[in-house]
Nanobody, 126 residues
Framework: QVHLVESGGGLVQAGGSLRLSCAAS????????MGWFRQAPGKEREFLSA????????YYADAVKGRFTTSRDSAKNTVYLQMNSLKPEDTAVYYC???????????????????WGQGTQVTVSS
């Protein structure tokens, strides 16, 4: 019922910026939470950020706070992740996810999200 299409990944030098996009379709997203995760080889899937659709609230993991910003364009049903001051340790596959039942208590738990994009590779060189 819900489809997520990600774009914006690529190769960037340390200190550079990228903006990821996650376009959602299939349902009205009022009350939903959109989350951003990443997974590097040999590591667990890591929560990065979340945005509440109706309340325009945003949340960030400590690892990216101050560098990453998530926002939304309601007219386009699209969520963005602006990534600044990128570091080599940011290299990973980045995913967006959505679920109507996610709360602030569960927003960091990847296995609670029902719908995921296919991921986009971000590589940060030294």
């Amino acid at each position: 019922q819900v489809h997520l299409v990600e774009s914006g990944g690529g190769l960037v030098q340390a200190g550079g910026s990228l903006r990821l996009s996650c376009a959602a379709s299939g349902r009205t997203f009022s009350g939903y939470v959109m989350g951003w995760f990443r997974q590097a080889p040999g590591k667990e899937r890591e929560f990065l950020s979340a945005i509440t659709w109706g309340g325009e609230r945003t949340y960030y993991a400590d690892a990216v706070k101050g560098r990453f910003t998530t926002s939304r364009d309601s007219a386009k049903n699209t969520v963005y992740l602006q990534m600044n001051s990128l570091k080599p340790e940011d290299t990973a596959v980045y995913y967006c996810a959505v679920d109507s039942r996610i709360t602030i208590a569960t927003m960091t738990l990847a296995d609670r999200y029902g719908y995921w994009g296919q991921g986009t590779q971000v590589t940060v060189s030294s």
